[in-house]
């Protein structure tokens, strides 16, 4: 039904169509004016529970929520005045961080070790000496960077406590992880990179948490066997500093453990033990109820993502929240008055609202509207919030609403004053029933010109990794996406089972089998499209990078009859080549689960190959190693298989440098010109 009344949308918009005028390519790639989107206010955060902070060029103004009337702001009260880093003109410290007082200064020298600067007199003092080619302190082993701690950080791997007197840090030992070897083709002899990287079933880096006394530089080691295969997550100080809450997993991941710490001693006490059959996700954070008495976590242990009050010693109180839908977040914990308020994608799952509730669960209010996305800001004391919101159809908007979301007023509106003048491309929602009874979601971006008599060559852009979707109900606009929907391209994005619409109950059935059910689902949603006849079966294109790679590659191999061109950028080919967190957390090791790793592997299906394939990499990808794409070659040259390669020398994961970058996005236009439009590639909007 949702597909009849859309398409009848179209036929009978027409008429509006076609008195509309379509983008130019100065306008939509030369940044030629079109007064089509205008940018909202720049809205910063609060400065108190009754004033928004509005920047406007230079200056930042705090606007009275009641009135709208904007004075000028200065950011005092509350904040320390660090001095001068003229005193320490340590040009090699890593990730300098001041400590919470302004006193002190910590970071890393040559990814190495830990140093501590005196503030006040500029002393150093080096609180680490072990430091060698193969451990380091403070700083994050690539591995932890990649898959733990995550990029964000910049591989920093030491922690401030509030009160600015303990520094907890990893220090990290990768003697046993095999070194990959990465090439560098520049200059007359090239070079090598020798990467410290574990592949599934390999050693993993050991790892220590070490608690430094900032008064005696004295280093106490928290009570864990310094040889022990596990992982350490995230830390997260108590807000007294009484204690280090560390996180803990097994290294089948099945198990997280969060863990108090005590920094006197580094004495343990086990607080939460979560255990999942197939894995268990690490925790982003904590959220500490000014009490001091409580916390609440969030947990995905039921299926869906939810969120968790407990005591202290780690008790479980009730949970705060519950029900098929995601919680993704928590904007403030109102300890006063006994209420959360938390966002959620629970009306829709491609739709983000805020709600509030108390802390016993009871009381549950959306106080978001409509059939929008929402991103929130909300104040200190939760007596007013700002939403950004939109959808597929309607650019974004700006509104202050109170604490039980009634409209104070619009602050902003991204659509320009001749939007409607031209043909912008209508996107739009729907959900393709599978067999078992999933609606995957799918938003299909139509050509300008559609005719619903017509079969259209499709674009399906795809990333496809465990609770990692990319089908939203918001607004998403491309000069690129629009200039091919003017050319007749319906473009597409799918999600699959797994890919967070339907919680970890969805995530699960990827466990040990990657690759099964993102193409069977793909595949599903394909002939979906077929069947309404607005796809040429003959013209079905995917692409993606890193996991999209891979199921691009999948999907014209093991997928081959469904899908009949791809683009694969820098993709896993085998899962016995990628690292061992990532991997094994989903796969197990390859001696556990030998019969998974086969059939997830590209490589057994490169027979099947029969559609126009293009595979491309950068040769120094330090993440998903070429070697990946190395492999899928030999194994279709030695089949006598016809493919495309394009490397990029010297590129990294994406590409990396600009001119990398534009050429790669030239090239797949000039991929949908030739295969899927099979029109003369417009050289001039791609230069």
């Given at each position: 039904m949702q597909f009849r009344i859309s398409v009848l949308f179209l036929l009978l918009n027409g008429a509006s169509y076609a008195q509309k005028q379509p983008f130019t390519a100065a306008q939509l790639f030369k940044n030629e004016k079109t007064n089509t989107l205008q940018t909202l206010p720049a809205i910063k955060g609060w400065a108190d529970d009754a004033h928004y902070l509005l920047t406007k060029g230079e200056k930042t103004y705090a606007v009275d929520v009641k009135t709208g009337q904007e004075s000028e702001h200065k950011e005092t009260g509350g904040w320390v005045i660090y001095p001068p880093l003229s005193a320490s003109p340590d040009d090699k410290g890593q990730n300098r961080t001041y400590s919470p007082d302004g006193k002190w200064l910590a970071y890393t020298r040559d990814s190495k070790n830990l140093y501590l600067r005196d503030l006040k007199t500029g002393k150093e003092n080096q609180l680490t000496t072990d430091g060698s080619e193969t451990i380091y302190n403070g700083y994050a082993a690539w591995l932890y960077w990649e898959e733990v701690l995550g990029r964000a950080t910049q591989h920093k791997a030491f922690w401030w406590s509030p009160d600015s007197k303990y520094l907890a840090f990893m220090r990290f030992d990768e003697g046993k992880v095999p070194v990959f070897p990465i090439a560098g083709a520049t200059g007359q002899h090239g070079y090598l990179e020798s990467q410290r990287y574990p592949k599934p079933g390999d050693p993993n880096p050991l790892v220590k948490m070490g608690v430094v006394e900032v008064a005696t530089g004295k280093t106490v080691w928290a009570d864990y066997d310094a040889n022990a295969d596990h992982y350490f997550g995230t830390p997260f100080w108590t807000p007294d500093s009484k204690d280090l809450w560390m996180q803990w997993k097994n290294r089948g991941q099945d198990n997280l453990k969060l863990i108090a710490i005590d920094p006197a001693t580094g004495s343990k006490t086990e607080l939460v033990d979560e255990r999942q059959k197939t894995w268990v996700d690490w925790l982003t954070t904590v959220h500490f109820l000014s009490d001091g008495k409580q916390f609440i976590r969030m947990s995905d242990a039921s299926g869906w993502m939810h969120l968790y009050l407990h005591t202290m010693d780690g008790k479980l109180k009730n949970p705060v929240t519950s029900g098929d839908y995601t919680v993704t977040g928590v904007s403030l914990v109102d300890a006063k008055n006994g209420l959360v308020y938390f966002t959620a994608r629970k009306e829709n799952s491609a739709r983000t609202d805020l709600y509030k509730v108390k802390l016993d669960g009871?009381?549950?209010?959306?106080?978001?509207?409509?059939?929008?996305?929402?991103?929130?800001?909300?104040?200190?004391?939760?007596?007013?919030?700002?939403?950004?919101?939109?959808?597929?159809?309607?650019?974004?908007?700006?509104?202050?609403?109170?604490?039980?979301?009634?409209?104070?007023?619009?602050?902003?509106?991204?659509?320009?004053?001749?939007?409607?003048?031209?043909?912008?491309?209508?996107?739009?929602?729907?959900?393709?029933?599978?067999?078992?009874?999933?609606?995957?979601?799918?938003?299909?971006?139509?050509?300008?010109?559609?005719?619903?008599?017509?079969?259209?060559?499709?674009?399906?852009?795809?990333?496809?990794?465990?609770?990692?979707?990319?089908?939203?109900?918001?607004?998403?606009?491309?000069?690129?996406?629009?200039?091919?929907?003017?050319?007749?391209?319906?473009?597409?994005?799918?999600?699959?089972?797994?890919?967070?619409?339907?919680?970890?109950?969805?995530?699960?059935?990827?466990?040990?089998?990657?690759?099964?059910?993102?193409?069977?689902?793909?595949?599903?949603?394909?002939?979906?499209?077929?069947?309404?006849?607005?796809?040429?079966?003959?013209?079905?294109?995917?692409?993606?990078?890193?996991?999209?790679?891979?199921?691009?590659?999948?999907?014209?191999?093991?997928?081959?009859?469904?899908?009949?061109?791809?683009?694969?950028?820098?993709?896993?080919?085998?899962?016995?080549?990628?690292?061992?967190?990532?991997?094994?957390?989903?796969?197990?090791?390859?001696?556990?689960?030998?019969?998974?790793?086969?059939?997830?592997?590209?490589?057994?299906?490169?027979?099947?190959?029969?559609?126009?394939?293009?595979?491309?990499?950068?040769?120094?990808?330090?993440?998903?190693?070429?070697?990946?794409?190395?492999?899928?070659?030999?194994?279709?040259?030695?089949?006598?298989?016809?493919?495309?390669?394009?490397?990029y020398p010297g590129a990294r994961h994406g590409f990396g440098t600009t001119g990398k970058v534009k050429h790669a996005q030239a090239e797949t236009a000039r991929f949908i010109y030739r295969y899927l439009l099979e029109k003369p590639f417009p050289a001039e909007v791609w230069e």
């Open positions: 009871k009381g549950l209010q959306r106080l978001t509207f409509g059939e929008f996305s929402h991103q929130v800001q909300v104040s200190p004391g939760g007596s007013h919030f700002i939403t950004t919101y939109s959808n597929l159809q309607t650019p974004p908007k700006m509104a202050l609403l109170d604490k039980n979301g009634k409209l104070i007023r619009e602050l902003g509106d991204a659509k320009g004053a001749d939007f409607d003048k031209f043909t912008v491309a209508k996107t739009e929602l729907v959900r393709v029933p599978t067999t078992d009874g999933f609606q995957l979601p799918m938003t299909i971006k139509y050509p300008t010109n559609f005719d619903p008599s017509k079969r259209y060559p499709v674009l399906i852009s795809i990333y496809g990794g465990p609770n990692a979707g990319s089908v939203y109900d918001r607004w998403s606009y491309t000069p690129a996406a629009q200039w091919y929907a003017q050319d007749g391209l319906l473009q597409v994005a799918i999600d699959h089972r797994a890919s967070g619409h339907f919680g970890k109950t969805g995530q699960n059935f990827m466990h040990r089998n990657l690759g099964k059910w993102e193409l069977e689902d793909y595949s599903t949603a394909v002939k979906w499209l077929v069947d309404k006849g607005l796809v040429d079966p003959k013209k079905v294109a995917i692409t993606g990078g890193s996991y999209g790679g891979y199921v691009t590659a999948l999907a014209l191999t093991r997928g081959a009859d469904v899908f009949t061109h791809g683009i694969a950028n820098f993709g896993v080919m085998d899962w016995q080549l990628y690292d061992t967190e990532y991997t094994e957390r989903f796969m197990d090791t390859p001696a556990e689960n030998p019969e998974g790793y086969k059939v997830s592997s590209v490589l057994p299906y490169a027979d099947r190959l029969k559609g126009t394939l293009r595979i491309v990499h950068g040769t120094m990808d330090d993440n998903v190693h070429m070697q990946n794409s190395v492999q899928l070659v030999d194994q279709l040259e030695t089949l006598n298989k016809h493919f495309e390669f394009m490397i």
